[in-house]
């Protein structure tokens, strides 16, 4: 398989905390397209491999490529820039800011382009009608002039999303995106998901099993910092070693 066919790799990937392995010797392909889950037990390594990953942790051992290139040694900018976003660490909140001025924001920053307190974005009027589209598509019209902090939890994780598809990532990072949502939210925000998933790849830390099945084509299980099983949901949700590591170390 030609290597630019996984958009994420890592090799032999460790990362060593004062004599503890959070991760070791870790390979994990993350095939351009698709969109994969990374579960397991509390303190599997899932965050660490998914910090590494997004180079906001360097690791002890190992390389990790992107489309085929070694990009070990690169930051968290670097990597933005390259078009790979994790929702937390780029398409943050201002809760200052209204809903729409935080659409707007990032779609300048996708581009390059600089954003005024006073002039908003009124010399760049395509990028006016794009923030229109993005709220519509979010369901955010309807608040826009809202301050950001002053929304619901749920609705907050929307607009992370909103403001994240702004910045138009070909890979997109999201780190447990249903922690804390009601059952209404998660629908929501597992639509929203899937949509944003379409023509780029995506990776997901996350424990709800339901929205992991309904989502993910491929699932890595994690446990102890290494890799336990790959495949299919129905593939590893049937192996007896990946039931007995959930009921044995789910609070370890």
Same mark, same amino acid.
């Given at each position: 398989m030609d290597r630019a066919a996984h958009a994420l790799e890592a090799r032999s990937l460790s990362r060593e905390f004062n004599g503890f392995f959070a991760v070791r010797d870790v390979d994990f392909r993350l095939r351009r397209g698709s969109m994969h889950a990374?579960?397991?037990?509390?303190?599997?390594?899932k965050t660490t491999l998914f910090n590494l990953l997004t180079k906001y942790l360097a690791p002890s051992h190992g390389s990790i490529l992107h489309e085929g290139e070694?990009?070990?040694?690169?930051?968290?900018?670097?990597?933005?820039?390259?078009?790979?976003? %994790?929702?937390?660490?780029?398409?943050?909140?201002?809760?200052?800011?209204?809903?729409?001025?935080?659409?707007?924001?990032?779609l300048l920053r996708g581009r390059g382009l600089g954003w005024s307190?006073?002039?908003?974005?009124?010399? #760049?009027?395509?990028?006016?009608? &794009?923030?229109?589209a993005l709220l519509r598509r979010f369901g955010l019209s309807e608040q826009a002039d809202a301050l950001a902090g002053n929304l619901s939890?749920?609705?907050? %994780?929307?607009?992370?999303?909103?403001?994240?598809?702004?910045? &138009?990532?070909?890979?997109?990072?999201?780190? &447990?995106?249903?922690?804390?949502?009601?059952r209404e939210d998660i629908e929501r925000v597992t639509g929203l998901i899937r949509e944003m998933g379409e023509g780029r790849t995506v990776l997901l830390v996350e424990h709800n099993m339901k929205v992991v099945a309904e989502l993910a084509d491929t699932i890595t299980v994690m446990v102890r910092g290494q890799v336990l099983a790959e495949g299919t949901?129905?593939?590893?949700?049937?192996?007896?070693d990946?039931?007995?590591?959930?009921?044995? &170390?789910? #609070?370890g």
């Amino acid at each position: 398989m030609d290597r630019a066919a996984h958009a994420l790799e890592a090799r032999s990937l460790s990362r060593e905390f004062n004599g503890f392995f959070a991760v070791r010797d870790v390979d994990f392909r993350l095939r351009r397209g698709s969109m994969h889950a990374v579960i397991g037990p509390n303190g599997a390594g899932k965050t660490t491999l998914f910090n590494l990953l997004t180079k906001y942790l360097a690791p002890s051992h190992g390389s990790i490529l992107h489309e085929g290139e070694d990009v070990t040694r690169l930051g968290m900018a670097a990597m933005a820039k390259r078009g790979v976003a %994790r929702s937390f660490q780029i398409s943050a909140v201002f809760s200052g800011l209204s809903v729409r001025e935080n659409v707007e924001l990032a779609l300048l920053r996708g581009r390059g382009l600089g954003w005024s307190l006073l002039g908003r974005i009124s010399s #760049h009027p395509a990028l006016i009608d &794009e923030a229109d589209a993005l709220l519509r598509r979010f369901g955010l019209s309807e608040q826009a002039d809202a301050l950001a902090g002053n929304l619901s939890y749920g609705r907050k %994780r929307v607009l992370e999303l909103a403001t994240t598809l702004a910045l &138009e990532p070909s890979v997109l990072l999201l780190d &447990e995106p249903m922690a804390g949502l009601g059952r209404e939210d998660i629908e929501r925000v597992t639509g929203l998901i899937r949509e944003m998933g379409e023509g780029r790849t995506v990776l997901l830390v996350e424990h709800n099993m339901k929205v992991v099945a309904e989502l993910a084509d491929t699932i890595t299980v994690m446990v102890r910092g290494q890799v336990l099983a790959e495949g299919t949901y129905e593939a590893v949700s049937s192996r007896p070693d990946v039931m007995a590591a959930y009921t044995g &170390e789910a #609070h370890g």
